[in-house]
């Protein structure tokens, strides 16, 4: 190709790529905002994380500011930005359940992002100014996984049927199904449902995905209609799979190899994934983390060669289980044995990642923390204890001044004192 050929193409498809980058800076051109600010419904389950994406806006607004009210009309508004357009929140892995939202959340190119969402999140989000004008709004709700019927497909079990109230229909809508949560063994795989319904008495400033149809907590949905929706919890369906493992052959002969090399000595065997080891008292609770891991991945976990399948370790399943995998794949250890000692495998996305190496110590002294949940519930009831104390030892004085004020005459102090 000559010289002169090769110009002409560099050009048009630097044309082509200034035209791409002109289309992407007047996005918010071709979707103006609407005259009558609506509000657009998006459910969520609880612990999951979440963005809320500013669909339109003024094209010399610069930065967006969000605002969050619990019920619409509310005089308290919270502001969620730093007026400077950085992010709040930069590590979502450092943030605990059940801290404010103000501190989980994070705000880049306009829009808004949320993580480990709780039910106490449930409201409205508005895309603004920092003048207060209101460019585009969500109605979210959040659905607690507290309550989560679970329902297991290889077992004959059906998801919860529907329900109805004449104009009222309540159902379960669920996501697609996750990856297969093991490759080369039999594995599992799972969908969340969320509770929805379908009613002509919806509020018409929602906006709907299906004519009158939203989530179970949205504020479209009338006080008498949530009422009737209360009893139809999230779902979580759950059935059986099989695939195979990505370059397995090739991952078996590398292990092979460093098998056959450690035993002849000269290097040690190394291990499929990275090894965390940890102590734990006997006797004392345990809460094992995949990295990485959100409610909406597929993980798994394995005890040495022995997989722990959620028909017989998901929460719920059995009200005495001392071992158990809650909603967020975390896997929860309650009165540590002896017989727990072993490695536990945690699988992502149908990968294993990481594996932990746990040992049990039954004898040396054991720090007392305020983080360990033993030490704060003996500290909460010795506090409860002596208040009840206090608060009978005041109850008997106020009566014994009361009787030798002659208040109470068919009581002596002296009758007090016996009792």
């Known amino acids: 190709m000559s010289l002169a ?16 980058i002109v289309e992407k800076e007047n ?68 943030i605990r359940v059940g801290s404010s939202m103000l501190v989980r959340f994070s705000i880049r190119m306009f829009s808004l992002l949320v993580f480990r969402a709780q039910p106490e999140d449930t409201g409205l989000y508005f895309c603004g100014s920092r003048n207060g004008d209101y460019f585009y709004a969500y109605d979210v709700d959040i659905q607690s996984n507290k309550e989560i019927v679970a329902s297991f497909k290889d077992m004959g079990q059906e998801p919860l049927p529907d ?6 229909h309540v159902f379960t809508t669920f996501w697609e199904w996750t990856p297969c949560d093991r490759c080369g063994i039999r594995g599992e795989q799972w969908r969340f449902g969320l509770c929805y319904l379908q009613s002509p008495d919806l509020s018409p400033r929602y906006i709907n995905t299906l004519p009158n149809m939203v989530s179970c907590g949205s504020q479209a949905v009338p006080w008498k209609l949530q009422v009737k929706t209360k009893y139809h919890t999230p779902e ?6 099989l695939v195979s493992c990505k370059n397995e052959k090739k991952t078996q002969g590398i292990l092979a190899i460093y098998n056959y090399v450690s035993k002849l000595g000269d290097r040690p065997w190394l291990p499929q994934v990275p090894i965390q080891f940890h102590q ?12 990485g891991a959100r409610p909406e991945h597929a993980v798994a976990w394995d005890k040495d060669n022995q997989p722990l399948y959620r028909a017989q370790y998901l929460i719920g399943v059995n009200r005495s289980m001392r071992v158990f995998i809650d909603h967020g794949n975390h896997l929860h250890i309650r009165f540590t044995q002896l017989s727990d000692r072993g490695t536990y495998y945690c699988w992502r996305q149908g990968l294993k990642i990481a ?21 704060r519930t003996a500290l909460e009831l010795t506090l409860l ?35």
């Open 5 to 20: 050929h090769t110009t002409v193409l560099l050009w048009a498809w630097g044309s082509l790529q200034a035209f791409e």
């Open 27 to 94: 996005i918010f051109q071709s979707t103006p905002c609407p005259a009558f600010l609506v509000f657009d419904n998006a459910a969520y389950l609880a612990d999951m994380s979440f963005e809320l994406p500013c669909h339109c806006k003024p094209e010399d607004v610069s930065a967006v500011v969000w605002y969050y009210q619990k019920q619409l009309g509310s005089s308290h508004t919270t502001v969620l930005t730093d007026f400077d357009g950085r992010l709040l929140t930069e590590d979502a892995g450092h």
């Open 163 to 168: 329900e109805y109230y004449g104009d009222l």
């Open 236 to 241: 979580l369906l759950i059935q059986s799979c």
């Open 280 to 291: 734990q008292r006997l006797g004392h609770a345990l809460i094992i983390s995949c990295p």
């Open 355 to 375: 594996g932990f190496r746990l040992g049990i110590v039954s004898r040396g002294r054991y720090p007392a923390s305020l983080s360990d949940p033993e030490t």
């Open 385 to 419: 204890s002596y208040l009840l104390i206090i608060i009978v030892f005041i109850i008997l004085h106020l009566c014994r001044c009361c009787c030798q004020s002659r208040c109470c005459p068919n009581f002596s102090a002296q009758t007090l004192l016996r009792l």
